[in-house]
């Protein structure tokens, strides 16, 4: 079974400055797609970024951006000029290429503070 | 308008009452979800529905039983609630995939159970 690892319960930055929240995972398929989600004080689950694992290419939207290592099975997040919106709960998730297999794996999430 | 709507929001019961949670969806997505969510835990699988009448055990189904009443209504309840399953609780929704490399879930905006 796949399983998704965040290491870091929570983690703190300055406004303005970056942060890279750390994530893992365990699979052994070579299609997939992993996720980062943010859940902000309102509950509500917002997709922050995704990434394909068949891509070379990392990931960007804004100032979110992933640093994805496939062979470590590693996929970071770095959040650039954090803003005080940015503190929330931030979960990582996989799921599976096939088709007809749409379920997502989370990490335990990691709770960021943003300080002014 | 919401997309995908849960009802009720929170809800407070007493141990060994039934609960239902409903979700709506006017995303006209053939696929639902319900996830619960615990602290140091992430989202975790209950159910999973790819039509009204595919319906699948997810990671954590004990205790839980569903109902898809029609592509829009995926229903989860609890015939006896315990007090370990207070949680959060989340429906999903995406769309079946149609050659497309991959699918965004769509979450609700959460149901707050407390099991007295």
């Known amino acids: 079974a796949q399983t998704v690892t965040q290491s870091q319960p929570e983690m703190s930055v300055q406004e303005a400055e970056t942060v890279t929240l750390s994530c893992t995972y365990d699979t052994s398929e070579s299609d997939y797609y992993l996720f980062w989600y943010k859940q902000p004080p309102s509950r509500q689950m917002i997709l922050v970024i995704r990434q394909e694992a068949y891509k070379q290419q990392n990931a960007t939207e804004n100032r979110f951006s992933v640093n994805f290592q496939k062979a470590a099975k590693s996929f970071s997040l770095k959040i650039s000029d954090s803003q005080l919106g940015d503190a929330a709960m931030y979960f990582c998730a996989y799921r599976r290429g096939i088709q007809g297999a749409q379920k997502l794996v989370f990490g335990q999430g990691t709770r960021l503070t943003i300080n002014p | 308008d919401a997309d995908v709507t849960q009802t009720p929001r929170n809800r407070i019961t007493k141990t060994g009452k039934r609960i239902m949670l409903e979700c709506s969806q006017t995303k006209g997505h053939d696929r639902m979800y319900w996830y619960r969510q615990d602290p140091g835990l992430g989202l975790r699988l209950i159910y999973y529905?790819?039509?009204?009448?595919?319906?699948n055990k997810g990671e954590i189904s004990d205790g839980y039983s569903v109902s898809r009443q029609a592509q829009a209504k995926f229903s989860l309840s609890l015939e006896s609630a315990i007090p370990n399953q207070t949680a959060l609780y989340f429906c999903?929704?995406?769309?079946?995939?149609?050659?497309?490399?991959?699918?965004?879930?769509?979450f609700g905006p959460g149901t707050r159970l407390t099991v007295l």
């Open positions: 999903a929704t995406s769309p079946a995939q149609a050659g497309k490399s991959y699918n965004e879930q769509f």
């Open positions: 529905s790819f039509d009204v009448k595919d319906i």
